[in-house]
């Protein structure tokens, strides 16, 4: 049974200038994830041509497997295709088009493709799946940082970007063309093409304050995650320190730099507010009670520093983030596809939601413009209850959701650490919807059903 892939990205730059680029076999390294550990092995040079044929080897999962391709038809600078003759895949069939589209260039890629010993082979559909989901984001940003924009590109610091929302927000990032230098404590280094990585140690600068140098914005996501474990004395520390010192060190550096950055972007979350159902809250109200709301009362403080240095700050105070492969939806699906998922407590508490790309998106339209200043909430405009996210879930799923978990179990095992999931906030975007953002996912169906 065949199956099908499709993508498809605009370019700044002329088609012959594109074309020239993606035929020419020895550039298909520069696209494939290092992971894939791809080794062309025909001997050069290689040029392009129909019934040419190329051999190399990948090794997705640590063993070599040997591939065998052929040019079936080549049409320059329109299109080429390539058929495998020898590889892991009973069918694979890719099509390359090329067309002008707005004084760039529309590169698309169609794949068909079939895997061997059906039905039994279908068992590996999933991890197939998504390791060409993988590969084809990889090559998506790959293509984008050799294909920048002329023009209107930032030099942006990503500081603690190697997390959940780090990793969609480089990739779109150095999609619109921007240049990215990723601080991390993580000793592993960025795989999205465009990012430098830097290893850092906010408790002393030396070694990445040279970053913010010249630095147009600087994205500050530093944190360890509020519900990755109990808040027990020692676990509130910690949260308290990944936010606090990076974020008093990241002010400080701006204040040394010659050059300072026109904008910081400093990641919060709605928590500010504390939990009050009464009503709906908007940047405006006050912070709350709690260790949350005082937690993020005092991460935003330090970043405030740097107004006095004059660079504009703005404060993202943002809710649930819904993405794939991650985040509260990546803990929530396997009981909900095991349909024993439900609502929490009565299920009448207000969950305020966004969806990952608006996260991105908002952050995006922060750094490019000047009225974006202050705090923000980063939530969707369409409220929902638990209970109204569960049957949403459950509808999006195809699962019952009829287990619900009584409050007092979850008040039992999480502690404080519960309000999380049964405190209420009505949180509305008022700034972005000021500014009239285009939020990208609106709605709760919508986003659960692109996820």
């Known amino acids: 049974m065949s199956r099908f892939v499709r993508c498809s990205q605009w370019l700044p730059r002329p088609r012959s200038e594109v074309f020239a680029f993606f035929q020419e076999p020895s550039n298909l390294a520069k696209l494939t994830p290092p992971w894939l550990g791809f080794e062309v092995l025909t001997p050069g040079p290689l040029k392009m041509a129909a019934g040419a044929r190329f051999d190399y080897t990948v090794r997705p999962l640590g063993f070599a497997q040997h591939w065998t391709t052929l040019i079936e038809s080549y049409d320059p600078p329109n299109s080429f295709v390539d058929t495998q003759l020898k590889g892991p895949y009973a069918l694979w069939r890719h099509r390359h088009t090329f067309a002008d589209e707005n004084e760039g260039t529309r590169v698309t890629d169609e794949i068909e493709y079939a895997l061997p010993l059906e039905p039994l082979g279908l068992v590996a559909l999933p991890v197939v799946k998504r390791q060409l989901e993988e590969i084809f984001a990889y090559r998506e940003a790959a293509v984008a940082a050799l294909f920048k924009p002329k023009g209107g590109s930032m030099k942006i610091v990503l500081a603690g970007g190697s997390g959940f929302i780090g990793r969609h927000l480089s990739r779109e990032l150095v999609l619109a063309g921007h240049s990215v230098v990723l601080l991390t404590r993580s000793s592993r280094a960025s795989t999205i093409p465009g990012v430098e990585t830097r290893r850092w140690l906010a408790e002393g600068a030396e070694g990445w304050e040279a970053a913010l140098e010249g630095a147009d914005a600087v994205v500050n996501l530093c944190g360890e995650g509020v519900a990755d474990g109990p808040w027990t004395q020692s676990r509130r520390k910690k949260l308290v320190e990944s936010r606090l010192v990076p974020t008093a060190a990241l002010a400080a550096a701006i204040a040394r730099a010659k050059a300072k950055p026109r904008v910081l972007v400093n990641a919060s979350a709605v928590g500010y507010y504390g939990h009050d159902a009464s009503r709906s809250i908007a940047e405006s109200d006050p912070p709350g009670t709690g260790f ?46 095991l349909g024993v998922g439900g609502r929490l407590g009565d299920g009448k508490q207000w969950f305020p939601w966004v969806h990952l790309e608006d996260v991105s998106g908002m952050i995006m339209a922060a750094l490019a413009d000047e009225r974006w200043k202050g705090p923000v909430n980063v939530v969707a405009p369409e409220s929902a209850s638990n209970e109204e996210f569960t049957k949403s879930l459950g509808a999006a799923l195809k699962r019952p959701t009829v287990f619900p978990v009584p409050a007092f179990i979850l008040k039992f095992g999480l502690g404080e650490m519960s309000s999380l999931l049964l405190g209420s906030m009505k949180v509305a975007p008022q700034a972005a919807q000021a500014k009239a953002y285009a939020f990208k996912r609106p709605s709760l169906v919508s986003a659960l059903a692109d996820l």
């Open 292 to 337: 949350l709301s005082e937690l993020c009362g005092n991460w935003e403080r330090e970043a405030k520093r740097a107004e006095s240095s004059g660079t504009r700050v703005v404060l993202m105070r943002i809710g649930v983030v819904l993405g794939a492969g991650g985040g509260v939806l990546g803990r929530m699906l396997l009981p909900f596809k």
